[in-house]
Every structure is written in structure tokens, then in C-alpha cells.
């Protein structure tokens, strides 16, 4: 075991600690972990809960979560994607060099939040107060965070959950509104025959809302079902690492009754360190009943990111 | 095993078939898998073998191997990046709805092969044609290539080997113009206790370039150590899947004499559909002498993308 | 008359001889001002003629010519275009010093060639050749022309001709596929009572559909009426320095029979140093009946563009 | 005169007849033209005033104000500008139709704050408040203004004055620092034989800071002489509509003492209705001494856009 998980283990000691002690939270937004933690609950990926997740394995099935982002994947709001192809400096066929090299080069304009993605704990505060304390004004820069951007999420690999809610409520897909709390998810969890979610977990959602991508794209972005607040705090509960969902919006749409704008975002990314994956294609996995595997994920280290792009890969 | 699986294993045997039958290749750079073929070698990376790779994981360690992109990366020649993050209309501190909901998003601007990255098959070819008798012209749409589009990837999650090519040549750094053909790949291998490089195999070389980012960027993107191409040619013929080293340019800088311009990109990239990882950052592994691991990728599934920035997870 | 006016005047007086004395032309796209020309006719437009021109204003009445450029404007292909709006490092509302300072910024991301436009020499050749014998290999690079780039264009402040082929062909819209050659345009100068196209003017159609623009944006960006190729070589017989038109495509669309994609581009960028200018909104002109007047134009002079999103200033 | 002129007229009068009845303002950024006012003094422009400033020419030789935006171009902050020039389905040199067709396109990613350009009401407010009492919230979308948008600046044809600060202080470059209020406006003035300033002029100071461009690019940017805060009040009392200066900051920095920061931007943009111009080039103007003079200004239409990079075109 090296020096930086060493560290990490004794700083989640420590917290353990100060917590029985009784100690005030500095702000609503603390984190357990200490008041230099970026990475909330994947403090609890520990190499002994990687190792084990490892063993998940029994097929050899490997698992793309990501769907394809482009200019036409349904997107919030004012984000757009573009991608350009260029042949740099070979203008009319030219091509380099005595074994006549000829080369594409790709440049990005376009929001980060299309396709499939991680949302770092920069994404979403409560009235400009983000994760751990961090204040908007603070960390905040135009050309990128300076805290709690998606370059400081460490290597994923850890124990996978599904939780197939489409099979639980007897639907090929779930209907928008449905919300899912505490009741829901043990009851998917009892019909899986999934004993546990521990901590340092991900939870993903199955609803079988990815039939409808390309199909009916306008549905797919404006409602779908989803993770309720009375779920997310169950789930925080429990020490859960990521949770995801094969749906864009990840919570559920229309928003519960009194619940606020996007609020299961801030109670996962601004209250709890939980990190959320949105647009994870489960489908093929839900069909194989791959309900506990390996997961792992190394999003874009884009310096001061506040999401990424990304395409998990499940191994089961 | 689905229909998926059982596919890519018949089109894998019907080709070894039509291999024995001597069939001519269509054009010098036609794929081993068939005309239709679009991810080269990845092809061998079966249920089997990732399975098997999952069990060369003993400490539970995982590594990222990203590193930072951002606007002072080091990048290839007019390549540049930047991103943007804004708080969509909320502007003058406006918080959204009853729970004050703050957001931030984030825009990339920016060339794709900046950081760590995987060259897709539409990266480089030879006198504009490009892996499996692909030719520009045909597929190399300003706004994304229609075919070896790195949206095409599969999951990776196969072996991983690590070369220590600094250890083999007792030094910290390997200097810049050093090529790794036949001889060094295997005087590494038998240093190190690896007994074979096989079918569906990742390959990083470690030569402790990483030693100069952000210390000497200058040196570091202008030259490497690197594969040179009877190197090249010897791991194609092993049937590798990827490739990749933790230097910039990937292959040796100054190019071999009589070499052409990033010729082993060609030789790797077009004439035997292999892919190359540019900037993985192995210090720590290389440290923790861990040679043989778990090795999964997922690149960021932009549609028609020529590359992808990416941050694998190793696990050992 | 300052240094740079008198070389500009004994270039084309050097070239006027060199005429005379039957040199003979180095390749297809030679420009008359000789060698090292990269503004073709512009060069007609003297002192003399810019402030004859001033004298064409007799009421005083100012007309901008441009239309807006956003992401719905009709453009051609794969053209798209946004602007982002950022509040840099004011997150929360933050204002910056003493006296409380908010602002503002905005960024770009898109391409030129979207709205009203000027057509630089580096826009269309033929075969990979520009004006002025220039190769597209020796002057197209990825960020940026290096010869031909639209900062080379000088002030111009000339006489401005607007021809009402509305008016001369009886009608509100001429319809797609009517093609302006030399017949139209004479009678249409007859109809107006111009008596001359001379050297260095700016010569306008004007054809009515900007009626069509946010009516019927499919119609407007598919085709339209416009130049001919005999109109073309017409006018650039008489020494225009610019000719525009009140549509996107500026030539006529369904092309002449027998001519190729945009020939009209070709015969004025390419062939005879003509500058195009689409999208020119003069539909108040047109109701003005505003046919001489002077036009002014000052392209946004980023280095190495192809072309510029303008906004010319008509005034009679 | 057209029904657009009489009501802008009529708008005027009524204005002052509020004025004189001693009508309270809304706001503290109202505007003098009324409550749905978006442009400010360029009111004062009319038709009679335009066609008295042609009459300025005497000598026909247009000057085009604008020094170019490239990479390079010092910029303030995190400003960046990038141009991307591509061969839209050419890969391989490919020419398109029968007469070979080939063209270049080219695509912005860049701030539009580099180089010359105006700063439209919308960049600069007093504690999120913008001209004419619009509040940040209220109009500043993430994908464009909805109100004091670039768009709405009506052509401009009027009177222009250029004050040569650097001949009247008797030197080549004026100093760093050197705030220009009323006593030098009206130095510079006797000086130069120019007897008024008068509504809808627009002012331009010469200081001969454009010989620092691309020779101490860092000194260009970090500070420079300019308008303090009694001389803009001192010209907003005047009428003019717009001024300018060849710096790149405008106002003078370091900031007077006591001032905000950039709070003569707040007095001109928010309390005023006065638009700026910066990095205007007029080297040869004040070597030629052309104190006044027709200035014609178009900015390109970017819907919702803050600034414009522009290219005045000044002529004498």
C-alpha cells in the first residue's frame, strides 16, 4: 500500500473520529472527508474493494456505457456540439514526407454536458455554495475551476450495482415522474437478489429509457423517471460512490411535489460527494442480467472541468 | 455469449480460414477482419482473455493514466485548448428555484489530440489511404468522419504490459532518439520476467518522459524515445491490440534514418490496425514494478471523432 | 498623397504598360496589378473615386447592409455558428472594485461564412489554384491563410450601384434559377437611368429575397436568382472591385446549364480579383430607390480569415 | 425622410420635452431616448449630420482603423482567439464538379474582445445593473443578449474627431497613466483649430500607443494613457456618441486615483449611452492630420453579441 492511500485511509479514520466527537460542520456542504477533500465518496474505493470487485467477474463481458455524443444527442438547454475535421496544412491531397504520410486531426467546439457524462461536484451548488464548503466567487474562473474540477477524480474501479427498475415495476420502460425512493430501490434490490449496496459503490439505474434515443429524442430530454430525494439521501446513507442512470436528466422529471430545481443534484454533488453519470446505456447489461460487476471509469482529465465525456466500462 | 460476441468470433475465424485459403488483400492496408472491419486488433480481445486479465489484478491498486489537458499542455504543432465554463442565466448571482439552485457548465474549444489520447484508425494514413482500404476522399467529412470514427471502439478490457525500457537501459530517462525495435522489446520482457506479449495485448513503454511536463515542455514535445518500426512490425506481428507510451510524439524523435514523417503511425495506425496511446502516464507503476494488470479504456464516444482524450484505468 | 497611394497608383500604371506590351500571363488566375496583388480590382478604387463617391450623398440617409448572424440564420453545409456570453470570474453575482463593476464578455464559435459575408481570394479556386497563381499548398494552413487572408483587404470607400432586377423583371421575387447576364444588367441600368458600371465600383443586386429570410429559410439557403457566368466576365470587363447581392448564394442556384459548382465564384474570386459579398440587405435601398450612393466597407481584419461576417455601410 | 427617421426625431424631441418638465429618471443608467431605448446618443446621429460629415472629404483617402485579431493580439484576461481554416470534403485534394471547383472555409473560436472593437451597453454595468436600467438578470442569456445586443447599432455615418494627445503634450507616445480630462480635450482642440464637439461626433484620442503593437505587446496591454473620468463626463455632456482611442484598454490605467476599476467604461457604457471603441489605428491619420473627418462604422450582426471586432473605415 503506498504513501497516498495510506493517507487516504487515515484521513477517513480521522473523520470517523472527529464525527463521534461530536465536531461542528464547518457548512452545510462539508464534507465528511476533511476540509481539503475534491473527491467525497470515492474516498471509499479502497484497493481491498477494488480487489474484490475484481472478482465480480465471471464471464469476461465487457460492458461500453457511453452513447455516442454528436450535434444531434439530445442536450439541455443552450448546449451544443460540434466536432471539425482537418487535415492540417495538406491542402490540395499534399501529403509528408518520403513514405507519404497523410493525417485527420479533430477539434472540439461544443459543451461538455452531451452524450454520456460525469458530473464533477463544480456542476451544481445550493445558492453558489458547492461541495465541501467551496464558495462560487472562490473557485470558479471562466477559463476553468480552480477546486473541484474533473482532473481531481482518482482511477474508478470498484463494485457495480443495476438495479433494474424496469423489471421491478413490470414495464419495458419506466414512466416519466416515477420517482425512485427507499421503497423502490430495496424492492428492486430483493427481486435482483442483490443482498447489499455498500459504500464506495455505484448504483445504476436501469429504466430502459435508451429506447427512446434517437427515436424520441424530444421525450428523452425533457422528463424521464428517476432517482426522488428521500432515494438520494437513502443511498448517501450508504456510502454509495457514483450513481447513475440510462436516462439525461439522472433525477426524476417533472420534479417530485415540492422539490426544487434539480435538487437531487445538489443533494448528491453539493451535500453528499456523490458523483452522478448520466446517459449510461445499460441496456445490453439489463438483457444479460448483469446486476454486480466490475466498474471502472477514467474520465478526460481537462484541467478545471466541471463534467466530462465519458464511456465507463462495466466488466462482468 | 450473445449474438454480439458470437459475430466478432465468427468473423475472427472466417478470416483465419480465408488467411489459409490465401485470398489477396484487396489494398495494403485491408484488415485481417474483413472489409467491413473498423477496430483492427482490438478484434482478439475476446471474452477469454478479458477474463483472464481480471485475474492478473492481486493488490487491488487502480492507476489513472491520464494527464491534465489544458491550455499549457505541451501539444503538436497548431493544436491548441481551451474551455469555458459560464453559469447559464444566472447572471448577477440569480439562484434557480426554491431550493436556490446554482449550476455551472463548461464549453471545450479545443484540438482533440492534447493530453493523453487514443489515434483512431482516421488519424493517419498513406497518401490518403487509411486503415482497411479506406481512402479520404471517401469517409472525411468536415464535420466527422463517416467511417473509423473513434465512436467505434469497443470496451477495452484486456492485458496490459508494461515495458520498463528506462530500468532495461539503466537510466532514469531514456534519451530522446532512442528507438525500441525487437532486440529492446524483448531484453525488457526478459528483465522484467514477462515471459510473452500475446493476442489482444495492450503495451505501454515506460521511459520516464513524464519526468519533464511542466519542467520542460519544450524538450518534451519536440523528441522521445520511442518505437522504431522493425519494433513496430515485430508487435503487429504478435497481434497487439494498442500501443502506447508516456511521451508525447509516441514513436522515436528523431525518426530513424531513412524513416519517413511518423511512419510507424502509418505502420501501426493504417497497415495493421493498431491503436496508439500518446502521454500515459506509468511513474507509478513503474515504481510499483507493476508489469502485468488489468488494463480498461473507454474513449469518450464523439461521433466521427479522429481521436479521443482519454484516461485509462490500469488495476494490479 | 501619401507613399503607400503613389505605389499603389504605379503599380497599376506598371501593370497598364506591361498590358500594352503583351507580357505574357503566368498562370490562369494572374492578377493584372501584378505578382505580388492581393486585392485585384480594389486597386481601382482611387482618392479621386472615393471622393467622387462622397458626393453621391445628397440626403444623408445611412443604410446598414447586414443581416443578423446567430445559430438560426440559413447557412450553407455544415456552417454553424453560436456565441456564448460569460461573466468572467463574477460567479454569485460578484462585482469587481469601488464602484461595483459588473461586465459582460462574449466568444465565438462558429464559422465565417454565415450571415451577410465577404468573400476573400482564399474562398475559391480552381483545382486547388487561387487567385493570383497561388497554390492552395503554399497558402492554406489550419489557422490560417497566409497569403489572401481578408486582413489584406484596404478601406474601401466607393461609388456603390444598385440594380433593381425586382423592378426591371416586374416582379416582388425574381425567381430561383433567373440568371443576371449582360442583357439584364444594361437593362436594368436603362430602367434606373445609370448610365455607367465603371472602374471600381460596388455593384448590388437587388432581387427581393430578403422577403423569404426567417419566412422561409429552406427556400432561401437552396437556391436563388443571381449572376450569370457571362454577367460575371460582363462585369469584370468594366473593372468592378465588388459585386453583391440580397441572397445567400450570390450566383444564381440551379446553376446555368452546362456550369459548374459556384463557376461564378470561380470567374470573380479566382479569375478576375472580384470580391463577392452575399446577403446584402437592401430592401430599404430598394424602396429609397437609393441606386448611386457611396458604400463603405471595413471587414473585421482577422489574420489569415477566408472571409468576414460584415455589415457595410451604405449612404445617400 | 422615412417613418424609421421622423419617429427616432420624434422620440428625440419628446425627451427633451421630459427633460425641461423635469421628469424623473428610473434608473440610474436611464437613458435619455426612453425607456425602450437600446442605443444611446447614436440618436444624435441624423440625416442632416451625416451628410454635413461627407462634406468633411476633401481629399478621398479612406483609412480603415482596424489592426488585426490573430492569436497573438494582445488581449485582456482570459481573451483568447483562434481561426480554423478547412477544406470542407476535399480530403485527398479532391475538387468538386466539372469546372474544379475547390474552396477554403474558415471557423472562429475565439473571444470577441481582441483586436479593434466596440463595446456594445451590454459589457459594462454598475453592480449588475446595464444602460437603460436593464438588469443583468434580465437579459443576459447564456447564448446571447436578449436586449443591447450588437445587433441593434444602427450604421453609423457621422462626424469624427481625432484629438492628438500625443502632439499636444509634445511627445511621440503619451505616457502610461496620463488621464485626458477636460482641460487636455479642450488643449488638444485649440491646438489642432477644432472649435466644437458636438452631438453625435464621434471622438478619437491619438497617443501613439499603436508603435508598441507587436513590439511590447506586454506594456500595449497592461496599462496606458487615456480618458479619465471627468473628461468622459465632460464629452457625455457634449453628445457624442461614441469614442475611441488606439489603446487597448481605452481608459486610462493605471486607474485615477479614488476611481473603480474600469469605472469610465461604467460612466461612458452604463450612465451614458456612449459606445467605445479600442485599438483604433490611426498612425496615418495623425501623421497626415486629419483632424476631421467622415467615420462610417458597421459591425458585424452577431445576434445577442456584447462586442464586435471591427474596422471603421475613417475618410478625409
Known sequence: MNIHLLLRVAVVAAVFTAGIQGQEKPCSTASKFGPGDQIGNVNYITPAKTLAATRLVTKGKAYRLGIETNKDTPAYGARKFAITVVQPDQAGGASLGPSKTSYNDDIITGWVGIGSQIDGFGHAGVDNLYFNCNKAADFTRVDGLTKLGIENVPAIATRGVLLDMAGYLGTDMVKE???FNRAEIEGAMKRQGITA???GDV????TGWMKLLGKDNKRFISA?????REGAKYLASLGVAMIGSDTSNFEVIPFESGAGFYEVHQILLAQNGIHILENMN???M???????FL???GPARITGGVQAIINPIAIK
Chains 1, 2, 3, 4 share one sequence.
Open 177 to 179: 415522474g416515477t420517482a
Open 197 to 199: 449496496i455498500e459504500k
Open 203 to 206: 448504483v445504476l439505474f436501469y
Open 224 to 228: 424521464n423517471p428517476g432517482l426522488g
Open 282 to 284: 445499460t441496456e445490453e
Open 286 to 292: 439489463a438483457r444479460d442480467q448483469a446486476w454486480e
Open 295 to 297: 466498474f471502472t471509469l
